[in-house]
């Protein structure tokens, strides 16, 4: 498709210098690019968020840019694990404390690939416990102990934090009884006896080390050989105990069984009648199927094919006879066209890559794709089964967004109705309650609230705000000093006013880690934060009289 339309483009330009007979060729400069979530083109000076092609026709040269662009996004990966043991391996890493822990694995420079984060949750387990069974005839000997009771045994070894309990499930026995059922041909031998018909046989024996008695048993059935004849009738040819044959006669097959050694006699009385070969040969090649007509004496039969066949058409009664009147052998070759069906459940609009269209409501018929055709006629249709519903939308979070220390927060949400909800604030806690009550506020603490609108059978669509409830009183030093961040949540975009001016500006993500330094900001700056994840920061401010004041904000994108 890309490469038609580069054709028509070129045409197209082309066709004035054709009729004016100027003797020049344009100049086609191609860029096969890749980036991380965005990329501004230096050629026309647009920012692309999204895979593109670009066309673009330098006036003053006649030059053609072409852009082919890929974009890539970053890769997160959050995982919660409980180890039952002291410790755990993870991603090449042993660790033996729980605790928060994460890996980044660095996009090559210039590859337009994008960092991947795993993050795990790790509780490890201050104990752990190993389990053995034991079944044993007299004494058995364990962590250099020597048990002759059956029982449960612990031993227990402690580790620094790490508490191992080793536990021994022992079961002493005196006497092993031992069933066995055995279907044998003829004399069978069993612990050195002889054994003509059948019954119940016993045999004991005492080991000498254990001095734990074995008693077997027997239960033994004798069998004799069989004889079994069949007869059958086959046209031209029969195959019979993995051979062919193609003459009338007796042929016989001693079959011996794997499991009771005994021999069956089989013999086959077989009439072979042999065949008329076909008069009439016809090939026919279709895509999917093909239509044959057959007429008879009988009457006109419609055969369709839907598969490769070679097929014979019998034009005569159903007697024996029938052998010595074939006519027509067909031979049929089908090819096939391809059918494949996507499933999709979207939320709000899809883009389906096949036919380079956005939907964004459920398409009342189903769209297809169809690939080029094959030299038979067959081609390949891809449907696609597209169901789209709507996100619920989060218009305001209100209520109590400042308080002083140890009052009362209460927030309640405006919402698409018939939206559920669940809030997360503070140390992970969370709520699915209409309205969020949070009793003795103390410090800022950060609320996020998730909406879902769910859909039939197992089908849902969300929408996420955060806010920050802030006190005048606490650690981060709320009213220590004239300064106003916004907007708040931003999409990238933060400005900043001080009364007093800013020497330097630190900013740390949820993990704590160090993510943007700047410094000499002034009184008022405006900081371009697109290039950090959506998510909850903290903002460390210097100012120039020394003082240090803790602010927090959100990127919601």
């Known amino acids: ?250 042929y016989h097959f001693d079959d011996t069984n794997a499991t009771t050694h005994c021999v069956t006699y089989r013999q086959l009385s077989l009439n072979i009648k042999t065949p008329r070969q076909p008069q009439n040969d016809t090939s026919m090649v279709g895509c999917n199927s093909v239509v044959f007509t057959v007429s008879s004496l009988t009457g006109t039969s419609v055969l369709r094919f839907y598969n490769d066949t070679i097929f014979d058409t019998i034009l005569a009664d159903r007697r024996w006879n029938r052998c010595y009147d074939s006519t027509i052998h067909l031979n049929v070759t089908i090819h096939k066209s391809g059918y494949d069906t996507t499933y999709v459940n979207a939320c709000d609009s899809f883009y389906w890559n096949l036919n380079k269209r956005t939907y964004y409501y459920t398409p009342q018929t189903t769209p297809s794709f169809a690939f080029a055709t094959d030299t038979f006629g067959c081609d390949s249709m891809m449907y696609l089964m597209l169901r789209i519903e709507k996100s619920p939308v989060i218009t305001a979070i209100n209520g109590d967004w400042h308080l002083n220390a140890g009052e009362t927060a209460v927030l309640y949400p405006t919402c698409t109705a018939g939206a559920t909800y669940k809030w997360t604030y503070g140390n992970n806690q969370t709520s699915r309650e209409d309205t969020l009550r949070i009793d003795n506020v103390q410090g800022n603490i950060d609320v996020a609230l998730e909406a879902t609108l769910t859909y039939a059978p197992n089908y849902a669509c969300h929408d996420t705000s955060w806010i920050t409830i802030v006190t005048f009183v606490g650690i981060d030093n709320t009213e220590a000093a004239n300064i106003s961040l916004y907007p708040n949540p931003t999409v990238g975009q933060l400005n900043i006013e001080s009364a007093e001016g800013i020497a330097q500006v630190t900013i740390f993500n949820t993990l704590g880690q160090k993510v943007l330094v700047d410094h000499n900001l002034g009184s008022k700056a405006v900081m371009n934060l697109t290039n950090l994840p959506k998510g909850n920061y903290t903002m460390q401010l210097t100012l120039n009289n020394g003082e240090t004041v803790i602010r927090k904000f959100i990127i919601t994108k």
């Open 1 to 250: 498709m890309k490469k038609a339309l580069l054709s028509l483009l070129l045409a197209v330009a082309c066709m004035p210098l054709a009729f004016a007979q100027v003797k020049t060729q344009r100049t086609i400069i191609t860029n096969n690019l890749s980036a991380c979530e965005t990329f501004t083109w230096a050629v026309n000076q647009q920012t692309y968020t999204t895979d593109t092609v670009v066309y673009y026709i330098n006036s003053t040269d006649d030059t053609l840019f072409v852009l082919n662009l890929t974009i890539n996004t970053p890769y997160t990966s959050d995982q919660v694990i409980v180890s039952t043991r002291c410790s755990y391996s993870w991603r090449g890493n042993t660790y033996t404390t729980t605790g928060n822990y994460s890996d980044t694995v660095v996009a090559p420079t210039g590859s337009g690939l994008c960092d991947s984060v795993f993050n795990v949750v790790l509780t490890i387990s201050p104990v752990e416990t190993d389990l053995t069974t034991v079944s044993t005839c007299g004494s058995y000997t364990w962590h250099d102990s020597t048990y002759t009771a059956s029982g449960i045994y612990n031993d227990t070894t402690i580790n620094g934090s790490c508490t191992h309990i080793d536990c021994l499930d022992l079961s002493i026995v005196s006497t092993i009884h031992t069933n066995v059922s055995v279907e044998h041909c003829g004399d069978y031998t069993w612990y050195d006896s002889v054994y003509t018909t059948s019954g119940s046989y016993t045999h004991q024996i005492i080991d000498s080390v254990t001095n734990c008695d074995s008693i077997h048993h027997l239960n033994l059935t004798i069998v004799v050989d069989t004889a079994v004849v069949e007869r059958d009738s086959a046209c031209g040819s029969k195959t019979w105990r993995g051979h062919t044959y193609t003459l009338p006669g007796l």
